[in-house]
């Protein structure tokens, strides 16, 4: 099983990327998809999760309105939008994969992928 997390990079303030977790071994669609994210001294937090359809999904508070989560199964893909990005958002952001009703902790999630950088500079 591989995840494969990418889309990281250095934006300013206000600015928006799109990560995407490409998913190759398993039955992507079999599984609810998270995604967390864990800044420089800091504990890993829940960021996104997805359903297995792709027709719920649930936020972190902070998030709420500036990200977007979502899921092409037929192309093993998900996605994280971020918009209105500030430098509170930045973090190693993390992909994972979980047979369970989208959990909010990390422990909830089975597969996990390496992560991308996302830094939030002027």
């Known amino acids: 099983v591989q995840l494969q997390a990418s889309g990281g990079g250095l934006v300013q303030p206000g600015g928006s990327l799109r990560l995407s977790c490409t998913v190759s071994?398993?039955?992507?669609?079999?599984?609810?998809m998270g995604w967390f994210r864990q800044a420089p001294g800091k504990e890993r937090e829940f960021v996104a999760g997805?359903?297995?359809?792709?027709?719920?999904?649930y936020y972190t508070d902070s998030v709420k309105g500036r990200f977007t989560i979502s899921r092409e199964n037929a192309k093993n893909t998900g996605y994280l939008q971020m918009n209105n990005l500030s430098r509170d958002d930045t973090a190693q952001y993390y992909c994972?994969?979980?047979?369970?009703?989208?959990?909010?902790?990390?422990?909830?999630?089975?597969?996990w992928g390496q992560g991308t950088l996302v830094t939030v500079s002027s």
């Open positions: 994972a994969l979980t047979p369970l009703p989208v959990p909010r902790t990390s422990d909830g999630y089975k597969y």
């Open positions: 071994g398993l039955h992507f669609h079999a599984y609810r």
């Open positions: 997805i359903n297995r359809g792709g027709d719920n999904t």
